[in-house]
């Protein structure tokens, strides 16, 4: 059974710092891709940043470029998304998911409807 897990979420005030956890299991870890995905109150979700199972490939949503971080620990199948100087505009439902590795990553890894899993998602709320 495949499955994502996130962690890491909570409440931050403004400048402050989190790590978010994307724990997966039950599929095969080699020629996939990971990305991060974010929906706020009111607004459509987006994507944040995306990793290939070998690292080789990174992207970032324009939004968060320069400020977070996107990593990944094949032994343990974990994606982390380090997210430093953290503002109010950054809080939302933080979702990661997984999809194998396609042709043009580069183009396609912030089509949603692309990804065969998801998490349940992790609450980051940022205080001003």
């Known amino acids: 059974q495949v499955q994502l897990v996130e962690s890491g979420g909570g409440l931050v005030q403004t400048g402050d710092s989190l790590r978010l956890s994307c724990a997966a299991s039950?599929?095969?870890?080699?020629?996939?891709?990971i990305a991060w995905f974010r929906q706020a109150p009111g607004k459509e979700r987006e994507g944040v940043a995306c990793?290939?199972?070998?690292?080789?490939?990174?992207y970032y949503g324009d939004s968060v470029k320069g400020r977070f971080t996107i990593s990944s620990d094949n032994a343990k199948n974990t994606v982390y998304l380090q997210a430093n100087s953290l503002t109010p505009e950054d809080t939302a439902v933080y979702y990661c998911?997984?999809?194998?590795?396609?042709?043009?990553?580069?183009?396609?890894?912030?089509?949603?409807?692309?990804?065969?899993?998801w998490g349940p998602g992790t609450q980051v709320t940022v205080s001003s």
């Open positions: 039950g599929f095969t870890w080699d020629n996939y891709a």
């Open positions: 998911a997984a999809r194998r590795l396609p042709l043009l990553l580069f183009k396609r890894w912030v089509r949603q409807h692309e990804y065969d899993y």
């Open positions: 990793i290939s199972s070998s690292g080789g490939f990174i």
